[in-house]
């Protein structure tokens, strides 16, 4: 088996193309990966000479159009068939990348991956899971936005693929699974989380039972299901909350240049940055990169694609 | 008018009875009300004695149950016709009380508060809100637990019960209603969400449209609503994480003792230590303290009620 494919948008994220370009050049430079850097051919290269790269494992995949983040998904998808979104999941369509990492807009995104590269079979509702590391480890957490409304069969579709992917990139052997829920007892719940309880009882023999919100961030499973509106409410708020608990942090400073304030406030931070959203279920695997991200985050990302791809996490999943 | 009669359990909450009493006792000598303090009539004597007080405004109301944490709540409220969440209720329901203030188990609070108290005519779903000291000042959420599922009715209806308690409390002539989404444009949300967003858009003239959970912590809204499933979540996450990142903060020290890392930690918890859970839309004005509360967090509450009972907030709902 050769190098992975991976395509990278180079126009995905709030430092795109430069940091992009710049992360991929160091994956190339690192992993054991071809890339396809997909976006509008002149900028790509005239980045690439910034980076003084020569690797002979980066490619160039023309897309002269970009998806903007306040575009109709669907729409964009339909429409801008020249876009490096687009472009990239027709690579994964046609089999000549095994993975796609972009930053570009989630939805989109989801939307491209649904209607370009398709489901994977078996798959009703792929799903948006993000990484946190807890203290007790890492847990994915999943759906945080695919699918705002959901049936318990979708929930329990998101703990088997949730389980694929802890025991092919963590090496976790049995994953532990965790629902999500107002209170621990198998009465509490709505109704979605009370009939996927039963669910995944009968189902799950490492089904841990319900997480509350104050037990999420501790890590008490490894898979950790719930509804995509939820799940998006949860990403955002610990996002959200990290950067008001960090600024409260550093203006406790009080003029006492310490270096351990920042640290602090790094270290919050870091936990909420959660290096990319994969999208599980997809013919195709599927990174969705933080828009903040760095060259260092987007190098990141590349890896968890290089890993996904040779873990064969895609394959596995719905068989 | 006398002085507002305030019930107070005496047998709510972790540090019961003697952090309650003491607050009750604090209350009674700084606030203008008279409190009637509900449990075992030994038990709440003997603490009173304990604090030297001799106020004329506490009073003793006897009740020699108590209803535990992890009781079913409607069951424990059938059963338990002494307990003293029964009897602070049933002071409510016969006019002896205008308020009750407890830390026992919330689930028992609504279910004693439904079943003795009654709802407030005119409201079909009482909600449970909690106010978090935003960089742009107080803003009300709910429901945070009290009706898992909800109808988008419902949702209106909390918004309506929040202006009269943020107009009424805090001052706030024409309160914003923000609508906890997934998203910030209109077609974002799930399918209670969306319906909700045009309910409220029709009929709310200070409606500022989806609340994303990045924003929440910001206070972009006076009053946000959500289901108490995804309320209860986002309150108990809030509680989760600001643990999480005190204990980042703190073990950052690496052994220098800095007082500025405490007072970061301190304000941390503090943005979640929310006082106390209003209940509204009862025939009677209900306050329920975080189980974690110190005498001082105790007398706050019964301030709240306080202000309840003389701006008339449970006469102003649903009228």
Same mark, same amino acid.
């Given at each position: 088996m050769g190098k992975p494919v991976i395509a990278v948008d180079?126009?995905? +994220?709030?430092?795109a193309p430069s940091e992009v370009v710049k992360g991929a050049v160091e994956a190339a430079r690192d992993l054991d990966v071809q890339i396809a850097l997909v976006g509008p051919e002149e900028t790509v290269r005239s980045e690439l000479e910034q980076c003084s790269a020569n690797q002979t494992n980066i490619s160039l995949c023309h897309a002269e159009e970009t998806i903007g983040m306040e575009e109709e998904p669907v729409r964009a998808i339909r429409r801008k068939k020249e876009s490096s979104i687009v472009r990239g999941m027709n690579l994964l369509r046609g089999g000549e990348a095994s993975a796609f990492v972009s930053g570009g807009s989630t939805g989109a995104m989801v939307a491209g991956a649904l209607l370009? =590269? +398709?489901?994977?079979?078996?798959?009703?509702r792929p799903a948006l899971g993000i990484i946190f590391n807890s203290p007790n480890g890492p847990v994915l957490f999943l759906?945080?936005? =695919? $699918?705002?409304d959901c049936k318990p069969q979708h929930l329990v579709q998101f703990a088997q693929m949730g389980i694929v992917y802890m025991q092919r990139?963590? +090496?976790?052997?049995a994953p532990r699974v965790g629902l999500l829920s $107002?209170?621990?007892?198998?009465?509490? +719940?709505n109704k979605l989380a009370q009939s996927t309880y039963h669910m995944l009882l009968k189902n799950q023999p490492n089904f841990v039972g319900n997480i509350e919100g104050t037990e999420l961030p501790r890590g008490q499973a490894d898979v950790v299901v719930t509804d995509g509106f939820t799940g998006n409410v949860v990403v955002k708020l610990s996002e959200g909350l990290a950067r008001i608990f960090a600024d409260m942090s550093s203006s406790g400073e009080a003029g006492h240049e310490g270096s351990n304030f920042h640290e602090a406030e790094r270290r919050i931070l870091d936990y909420t940055s959660l290096g990319g959203a994969l999208l599980l279920g997809i013919e195709g695997n599927v990174v969705i990169t933080h828009g903040k991200s760095d060259a260092s985050a987007i190098k990141r990302a590349i890896g968890i694609a290089e890993q996904m791809v040779k873990q064969r996490v895609m394959e596995t999943i719905g068989t």
């Open positions: 180079a126009m995905g +994220g709030d430092y370009i =590269a +398709g489901k994977k079979k078996g798959i009703s759906d945080v936005g =695919a $699918n705002s990139i963590h +090496g976790v052997p $107002n209170g621990e007892e198998e009465t509490k +719940g």
